[in-house]
């Protein structure tokens, strides 16, 4: 069984995020890791391959340091990388689902291909769709549970209020992985020794016939979040605090 | 981002821009361990340590360990960190890979050991014990006895223990009572108590070996007739399985200060039955065998005390940023003065550079007896190992016993910058404190350790490794004197460097004198001022590393070498003439301490 792991380079989910500039952030000062999502795709993938025997290679585009990364994913137990380089910090995910796929075709179909429900620094969630529209692959999102029988996949995802819906799709597809899925693994001593070794292969974005700058949408500006105003106190007996409180949701708030 | 435990940037700056950790990978041994391999292990053991890890420590202290039906229960959080710890190969580091060890260089197991330990040093305490048992059979054990034990050993599939201490032999070990009988199938039959034992029992493995210092019918009194031997929990199998119960129970567990997390017992050896050890390595030479886990402990000891005191400062940094409380000093006149966090306040500030400079003093101190381990291994001829190996042996009681202590003090100083909060359970700095403080006391008290450095290590091979390191010294303090701002500074030091050499031959000829006790009672006092220089050299070479890079560093750089460059300023130009003073309170061979009649001490 031949999987893709489809894994993006993401600033750590603690890290301190200095913007530089309109649309920029300062990237050489924070730490980036596998997108939290990615990886109960990559852990789903490695534990099928080592049942089931096969390969997992992980797909990256993104800027140089991602290579790192891909170590980390490698350590993880994929057996070799694929990276697609680009120069800017963020990508059109349409231009982002075009690299991945022009990478795929010329490394050979695979049997399944992982991404994550989406990645945690811009939170698109466009790419696996983009992807298998690209690829004319069927895709299901979100998924929290997987049972591979020979062609087909059977899946489980959260639809809300604790419903789930269950789903079948032929292979090769495309299945978007969210939490629930497994718990992804530590990385092993000597996984770690080995992951050095293993190969990633290099290709500049533009090399795949794609102009990085040339995406469907364009990110205009980064703004942090504008840090919540402080919590009031309500002060009285429960009445008058009751009464203050429906004061504050009714003329403040608008919310009642 | 907040950080934990440990500051990366700085143990970055240890392995990568002090002791260019990744020119070991020049060498065939190290060859797999470039840059790229080397910040790849200490990230995946960051995070190890602080997601799984971490978060068991405050669970090991509430909660602590219990003994029911004879059985101990570690906290049941320690279940799933062990399995990982050990599913990842993390229990022997730096053990040849020939007996399932990792060939990791040992300055790159301190940085590892640094973040596995600040996470929860109870919880370490069993694996750490479990490969110090191991590498006794590494090194003693017969071929049948590595194949037996050592991968059950090395995977962490076993625990393992150091049985030494006995009610009657504590510090004397050579008092001990436990006895071993010869059988006819060439074991032993084992008999005795003995208490105190780390991980003595616990459930996290499917069987424990204890290697035992034990005297065989017949052998001399004193530590010339102990042997070791290994004893297991359950006997094994002949297919290598555990089997039967050994007879070996545990009939207490400990009430302490601190370290809950780790079970200290009381086990009695054959009281209800035959229980079966077998000798490792030769008879006799048991105490000989035993240093080797011993010394390996001093060094893990030092590091554990290193670790709490590494976490209580990066708590009190992440603390002072946070906590607004007071004004300026400068705006407290105003009419409508705004609060500011605590480490703008002066005495607060003062606190953290102590805290910062003993951290990361001992942090140089711990890496670079790694690597002098390395070292060892790579040297090309017998002089140039022995030189090294001297090294170790010299700054082995230094690490343990100074490491511990002062890591102590940083944890006092972790608690007071929270104020109240720090006393409270609510926080992590009194937990560290009160576990830290057996770091001074066990693997031979650091009054042991002092008498080990002054009775042993100072005058070994006629001086010579004390020269040595003097000799390093000077090498640092000639490259501080090339780099105009550093020459003050260099100078300080050089004052500092020269003194404690007298003083070391002062305590050597007053060891040597009829004022032994004299001298003997300086000891822990001469291991205080030798570990301060220590640390002052340290503090030097990093500036001497940091000052010529301000200029041209990167802009998250900048502040991290003013850091070092101030740092080292602080520690020799603040702290330093304190030592000097000690040392002028040490060459007056502390007369009243043996003066003073027994009777006196309470009138």
């Known amino acids: 069984m031949k999987i893709f792991v489809c894994i993006k380079h993401v600033p750590d989910t603690a890290a301190n995020i200095k913007l530089v500039g309109d649309n920029g952030f300062e990237d050489s000062e924070c730490k980036f890791i596998v997108n939290p999502y990615d990886e109960y795709g990559l852990e789903e993938a490695v534990s099928l391959v080592e049942k089931e025997g096969g390969e997992v290679v992980v797909v990256t585009v993104g800027k140089g340091a991602a290579t790192a990364t891909l170590r980390s994913a490698m350590a993880m137990g994929a057996a070799r990388a694929i990276h697609v380089q680009t120069q800017g910090q963020f990508l059109d995910s349409t231009l982002t689902a075009k690299a991945l796929k022009a990478a795929m075709d010329q490394d050979g179909a695979a049997d399944l291909i992982f991404t994550g429900k989406g990645s945690v620094d811009t939170e698109g969630a466009q790419t696996q769709y983009r992807l298998a529209a690209a690829m004319g692959l069927p895709v299901v999102n979100e998924v929290s549970r997987l049972t591979i029988d020979g062609q087909k996949a059977t899946m489980e995802k959260e639809i809300g209020g604790g419903e789930r ?40 974005i533009g090399d795949l016939g794609i102009d990085e700058n040339a995406g469907a949408s364009q990110l205009v500006k980064l703004e942090a979040v504008p840090e919540r105003s402080g919590a009031k106190m309500l002060e009285g007996s429960v009445q008058e605090q009751v009464a203050q409180l429906i004061k504050v949701l009714r003329e403040d708030e608008k919310i009642i | 981002m907040a950080q934990h435990i440990a500051d990366r940037r700085d143990q970055d700056f240890v392995l990568h821009e002090m002791l260019n950790l990744a020119d070991l990978s020049k060498h065939e041994r190290f060859e797999d361990f470039n840059k790229k391999t080397i910040d790849m292990v200490i990230t995946e053991a960051r995070n190890l340590a602080i997601k799984e890890i971490l978060p068991t420590q405050a669970e090991g ?37 020939e007996y399932g060890g990792q060939g990791m260089p040992k300055a790159l197991a301190m940085a590892a050991g640094e973040m596995f330990t600040g996470a929860n040093c109870s919880f370490m305490m069993y694996p750490g014990l479990t490969h110090g048992a191991g590498k006794l059979v590494e090194e003693f054990g017969t071929d049948a006895q590595k194949k037996t034990y050592l991968a059950n050993l090395y995977t962490g599939k076993w625990g393992g223990t150091m049985c030494l201490t006995e009610p009657e032999a504590g510090s004397d070990v050579g008092a001990l009572s436990t006895t071993a009988v010869r059988n006819d199938d060439g074991t032993f039959s084992i008999t005795g108590n003995k208490i105190f034992i780390s991980g003595g029992d616990q459930d996290l493995t499917e069987n424990i070996v204890h290697p035992v210092l034990a005297r065989i019918e017949g052998a001399p009194a004193g530590t010339k007739g102990i042997s070791l031997f290994l004893v297991p929990k359950y006997k094994i199998n002949e297919d290598g399985t555990p089997g039967e119960p050994n007879n070996v129970e545990c009939t207490g567990i400990e009430k302490k200060m601190g370290i809950h997390g780790n079970t200290t017992a009381s086990l009695s050896f054959g009281a209800k039955g035959t229980c079966i050890g077998e000798l490792l390595g030769e008879e006799n030479k048991g105490m000989k065998a035993m240093f080797v886990m011993m010394n390996e402990a001093r060094l893990g000891t030092g590091m ?54 003993y951290v990361e003093g001992m942090r140089t101190l711990l890496y670079y007896t790694g690597l002098l381990f390395d070292k060892v291994n790579l040297a090309e001829d017998e002089k140039e190992k022995a030189r090294y190996k001297g090294l170790i042996e010299l700054l082995t009681p230094i690490l343990k016993a100074y490491c511990t202590d002062r890591s102590f003090e940083v944890c006092a100083q972790g608690i007071q910058v929270y104020g109240g909060y720090g006393y409270i359970r609510e926080y992590p700095q009194e937990q560290l404190l009160r576990d830290c403080k057996i770091t001074s006391i066990y693997e031979g008290t650091n009054g042991i350790q002092a008498m080990d450095l002054l009775g042993r290590k100072l005058g070994m091979n006629k001086g010579k490794p004390f020269m040595d390191l003097l000799g390093e010294m000077n090498k640092t303090m000639a490259a501080a004197k090339e780099i105009e701002t550093l020459v003050p500074m260099a100078e300080k030091f050089e004052t500092a460097v020269n003194r404690l050499g007298e003083v070391a031959m002062h305590m050597g000829m007053t060891a040597m004198s009829e004022q032994v006790l004299n001298a003997f009672a300086a000891a822990h006092p001469f291991l205080d001022v030798t570990g301060d220089v220590v640390m002052a050299w340290f503090h030097l070479w990093r500036a001497v590393v940091a000052a010529p890079k301000i200029e041209k560093a990167k802009k998250k750089d900048v502040a991290y070498y003013q850091g070092q460059v101030s740092t080292a300023d602080y520690f020799i130009t603040c702290q330093l003439p304190t030592t000097l003073g000690k040392m002028n309170g040490l060459t007056t061979n502390y007369t009243p301490v043996m003066e003073m009649p027994e009777a006196a001490f309470i009138g």
């Not at chain 1, 992985?177 to 290099?202: C, S, V």
């Not at chain 2, 029911?68 to 993390?90: A, I, N, S």
């Open chain 2, 61 to 97: 202290d509430e909660v602590g360990c219990i003994l029911k039906d004879g059985q101990v229960h570690v906290p049941e959080g320690f279940h799933k960190p062990y399995r990982l710890f050990c599913e990842g190969e993390w229990v022997a580091m730096c053990d040849d890979p």
């Open chain 1, 165 to 204: 819906e269950v789903l079948e799709m032929p292979l090769p597809g495309i299945i978007g992985a969210t939490k629930g899925l497994n718990e992804p693994r530590y990385p092993k001593f000597p996984d770690i020794m080995k992951a050095k070794k293993k190969k990633i292969q290099e290709m500049a």
């Open chain 2, 304 to 357: 554990q005390g290193f670790g709490f005191a590494t976490a209580s400062y990066i708590n009190a940094v992440n603390y002072a940023k946070e906590r607004v409380q007071g004004t300026d000093l400068l705006k407290m006149f105003d009419k409508n003065p705004q609060s500011v966090s605590i480490i703008k306040h002066p005495d607060v500030r003062r606190q953290l550079i102590s805290m910062k400079a």
